[in-house]
């Protein structure tokens, strides 16, 4: 069983931090590394729910590097790697796809705007000949290489499901939620979390492993393994620039630097 065999290298030396914009400043989290520690390993989940609490306060937009690597319809599809722009207060996301998997692929949806729909531009010949298609963000099409809608994209957003999960759980009386301490993501510190759950009430999955970023209190990654023990999901953030500044320019289909617009 793989998840069984899940271990984590202990932090040896985390990369140092780059200096931080005033925006970002304003993220750090000011709880000593050491109260945070002591919160995880006494009551994990209301250690998430901080998490989130903090994120939806201080973390409002970030631009990232995102990879992720889903089973869908019992296959895992290959890893893809994505550049996005990321605003909570209106949600607001722009991705485009850059590694080998349908690289060159855009997409942009904000809240409220083009009738509730995704723009999309595809990848390939297609994208040359069709710049801009409307999807609708639950559509059959729009899911048929994702898990999750995307209006379900943002390191807020994994909490946001994650915690009622582990809620219903504990209040049935089924959840396992322990500490596994700090260790090394993408060269930089993070919290990381085990969530073990019994194969009944239609739980998601029997494994679940968080990584919060110590620094800003940000999940940047997880990982969930299926019944059967291979990987069902991993999503994680890297190269994360927090509140850089970003503009409406950056969500408008319109914007000259992306692939929707034909002249």
Known sequence: MVWLAWTAAPLAEAASAPALSEGASKAVFADSPEEMQKLAAN????????????????????????????????????????????????????????????????????DGQNDGKVAVRPSGLLGVLVHKVMVEPTSKLALKHSRRPLTFAGMANMLRLVIPQCEKAKANGDLTLTYEGIRDQNGRPAYVFKRVLPNKNDYPCPVLTIYVDQQFLICVRTDAYDWDGTLLSQYIYTDILINPGLKDKDFDVGNREYGFRIF
């Open 43 to 110: 009551d994990p989940l209301e250690f998430l729910r901080k998490s989130l609490r903090w994120c939806d306060e201080r973390v409002l937009e970030y631009t990232c590097q995102f990879q992720k690597q889903e089973k869908i319809d019992g296959t895992i599809q290959k890893a893809e790697t994505l550049q996005m722009k990321f605003r909570a207060k209106t949600f607001s996301l722009y991705i485009k796809w850059v590694g080998d998997v349908y690289a060159g692929q855009e997409a942009l949806y904000v």
